[in-house]
C-alpha cells in the first residue's frame, strides 16, 4: 500500500536487470536464448556485471604484444638475437680480459733467464744431477750496445725483425699466420725480435696456441717497461749462433777469433744470418746454405736503406775460423765420458746442436748414480800404486733393457774415451765361436770332443792344455787350439757373422780362424753389449744411455724402446752360457752366495816373448752383463807393479769380481733357464779330470750325435740344410779356408 500523491519509490531489486538484490550476486544465465531487440539481455553483457562463481573458467585474454612473443617463431628470433650479443660481446670482451689476465700474472724475463733457460740438464737415471752441458752462464760475455757497431746491428734488424724501432712487439699479421698455420697442422712463424727473447728466456718452443698467447702477452708487457734499444741490447747478449756461443760476443769470438766491435760489415751479416738455424747455416757445414742466407741479409740491408748498393757490391764472403769442440759444461773427470757419449747418441737420435744449446731440454740417463760410483772407486782401487801407463775402461749393461748401468772410460773427461777405443779381445772371443758352432747345420754341441793339444805355432796357456777335451771343458780352461779348430770347421766368417748376431758392430773383415783367439778388435762397450745379448736369451737390444729426452714444458721428445729384437733362438743363447758357466770359478773370480755367473777372460799376447799387451774380464747373470779392459795408449807390454805380467784374470778380473759383487749385493740369486743340451751335451767332468774307478757309466746323451739327425734338434736354431749352391746363414760349413798355422809371436794366442 502506498499513500496518495507519494512518488513511487523503486527498490534496488526490481532495478537491477537480474531480478536480484544489490546484495546477492546474480545468477548465471547460460544458454538462455536471447530475444530479438532486447537490450542487455545477452549472456557476454550480463557477465560484465556480476562477479563469477567458484566454478567459472575465466577467459584469458592477452594483450597483443605478448601474444607474438609466445610464439615459435618469436622465441627463435629472441634466442638468435641473444646469441649475435653473447657472441659480440665475446669476441670484444674476451680477448680484453684474457690480455688483461696475462699480463697480470706472466712476469717479464731478464737476459739471465733467457740464457739459463736454454741450457740442457743432464741427470742420472733417479734424477739427480749430472752436469748442464753449458756452465751456467753459457759461452757468453756480455757487452753494451754502444759497443756494437751500427751495421751489425742493422744486419741483425734485416735478418730477424725490419720492422723493429716501428712495431709494438710484436706482429699482427705474423701471428694470424702462425695461428692459421697451427689450425691446419703445420708450425707457427712470425715472431719478432722481442718476441724471439721472450720464446728463448720462457724455454717455449712447443707450436702451440697457448705458447703464443704468452708470447704476445710478455712482448707487449717488456715493450712497454724497457726501451727498444734495451731489448735489442738483451736480445743480442743471449741469442745463440751455434759453435757453443750464447751473444753476439762470444760469437765474434767463435767464428772471427776478434771482438764485436771489430766486425766488418760483411762478417756482422753472416753471423746475422746464423740466428734462425745456427746447426744448418755454419759455413763449416753448410757452405752453399750459409752463403744464400748471408745475401738475404745484405740485399735486406740495401732494401732498408742501411747499406748502399755500392758497399753490398764491393761485400765478399768473409772467410770464418775452423769449428773448435768446446767442452760446454762436460765435466773433466770421469763423468765428462758419460755426458761426451750422451751427446753422441742425442745426435744419432736427430737432436741438432741447437736443440740441445736452445730448447732446455731435461735428459734422464740409464746410468745408477750408485753402481757408476761403485765402479769407479774399483777402476781406482785396482790402479791404485801400478804403473801409470795403465789404463782400464769398465761398461755395465742390463740384459733386460740394454740400458747402460755404469760406464768407465778414464779419469780424464775431456781425453780419450777407453770406453769407446778398440782393442784386440782376445779370448773373449770364444763364446761367438761356440755360437756359430750351435747355429750351423748340424750342429755342434757343447759335448763334441777336441783334440786340445798344442801344435807346431799355436800354443795354449799354462795349465790350458787337454788331450781329449769338449767344447766346455776348453772354454774353461781358455784352450787355444781346440777353438782355431772349431773356428777352422764352422768357418771363419761364420765366427764374425756370429759376433754381430750379438752385437759387435766392430767390421770384423778379412776373418781367419785367428778370429776364434781375439785377433780383432772390439770396444768394451761392443764387448758388454754383445754378452748382455746372450744372457738376454738371443735377444738384442741397442745399447744406449739416453733414457728419455723431455722439454722444459714437460713435452716428452724421446723415450728409449726396451723390447729388443731376437738374434737366436733362446735354448742356442743357454748353451753357450752353459760353456762358460765354469770360467769364473776356475780363475777364483766366482761371485758371492754361489751366484751362477757366466764368464770369459782374455788375454792378448804381446809380440815379446812372456809379455801381454791387453787383458779382458767379462761375464754375466740374467740381469747385469760386465766388461773390463786394461791396456795402455802405446799399445805396449802391461805389468804389474811387481812386475808380472797382468792377464785377464789379474788386474781386470779383481775390478769385475768387485763390479758384480756390490751390484748384485742384496738382490736375489738369479739362475739361468733349464739347460737342454743341443746336439752331444757336455761332460759333467771338469777339464783333464779322469773319473772315479768306481763311477758308473755317464748316462747316454739326451740327443742323437749331429750325424744321426736329418735337421736341427726339436725347438733348435732356424738352420738352412747344407747346399753347394747356397751357403747356410753363417757362411757354407763346408769350405774350408786353408791358411798357415799363426805364430804366437805375432797373432795374440787367447
Known sequence: MRRTGLP??????DTHPSRVAWWQPPKPQRNRPQRAGAPGQAGEDTARHRAPDATDVLPVVDAPAR?????????????????????????????????????????????????????????????SPLTRLVPEEGNRTKVPLDQVPMHVRHAVLSAEDRSFYSNPGFDLTGIMRAAWNQLRGGEGGGSTI???????????????????????????????????DEILSDYLNTIYFGRGAYGIQSAAQAYFDRGVQDLAPAEGALLAGLIQSPSRWDPAVSPERAVERWTFVLDGMVSQGWLTPADRAAAHFPQTDARRSLARGVPTDSRGHIVSAVTAELEDLGFTEQDVAQEGLRITTTVDPRHQQQVVESAHDALDGQPVNLRSAVVAIDPRTGGVLAYYGGDNGLGLDYAQVRKLAGSTFKPFVVLAGLMRNPPVGLGEVFDGREIPGLRNAGGA?????????????????????????VGPESVAAAARTAGITAPLDNATEGIALGNKEVSTLELASAYATIAAGGVWRQPHLVSSVVTADDRVLYQAATDGERRFPERVARNVVEAMLGVAEHDRLGLPRGRPVAAKTGTVQSRFEGENN???????????????????????????????????SSLPGDVWQDVMSDALAGSPV????????????????????????????LPPPLEPPPGAAA????????????????????????????????????????
Open 8 to 13: 513511487v519509490q523503486r527498490s534496488r531489486r
Open 614 to 648: 791387453d787383458a779382458w774380464m767379462a761375464g754375466f747373470t740374467p740381469s747385469l752383463a760386465t766388461a773390463v779392459w786394461m791396456g795402455t795408449d802405446m799399445n805396449s807390454p802391461i805389468r804389474t807393479a811387481r812386475g808380472r805380467p797382468i792377464q785377464g
Open 194 to 228: 722481442t718476441q724471439q727473447f721472450v720464446k728463448k728466456a720462457l724455454v717455449g718452443d712447443e707450436q702451440t696456441l697457448w705458447r703464443k698467447y704468452k708470447e704476445v702477452i710478455l712482448a707487449v708487457k717488456i715493450s712497454q717497461e724497457r726501451t727498444k
Open 465 to 489: 792344455d787337454c788331450d781329449e777335451c769338449d767344447l766346455k771343458q776348453a772354454m774353461t780352461v781358455s784352450n787355444n787350439v781346440v777353438f782355431h779348430a772349431l773356428a777352422k770347421e
Open 67 to 127: 601474444a607474438s612473443r609466445s610464439s615459435p617463431s618469436a622465441r627463435r628470433v629472441r634466442l638468435l638475437r641473444r646469441a649475435v650479443l653473447a657472441t659480440a660481446a665475446a669476441i670484444v670482451l674476451g680477448p680484453v680480459v684474457a690480455f688483461v689476465t696475462g699480463y697480470l700474472l706472466f712476469s717479464v724475463p731478464n737476459p739471465d733467464d733467457a740464457v739459463n733457460n736454454q741450457v740442457a740438464e743432464v741427470s742420472f737415471a733417479d734424477g
Open 670 to 697: 738369479e739362475d739361468f733357464p733349464p739347460f737342454r743340451p743341443i746336439g752331444q751335451p757336455p761332460s759333467p767332468l771338469g777339464p783333464n779330470e779322469e773319473p772315479p774307478p768306481s763311477s758308473e757309466p
Open 711 to 750: 735337421g736341427p734338434p726339436p725347438d733348435g736354431p732356424d738352420v738352412t740344410p747344407d747346399d753347394p749352391e747356397r751357403p747356410g746363414i753363417l757362411g757354407d760349413p763346408g769350405v774350408d779356408h786353408p791358411t798357415d798355422d799363426e805364430d804366437c809371436s805375432v797373432t795374440p794366442c787367447g
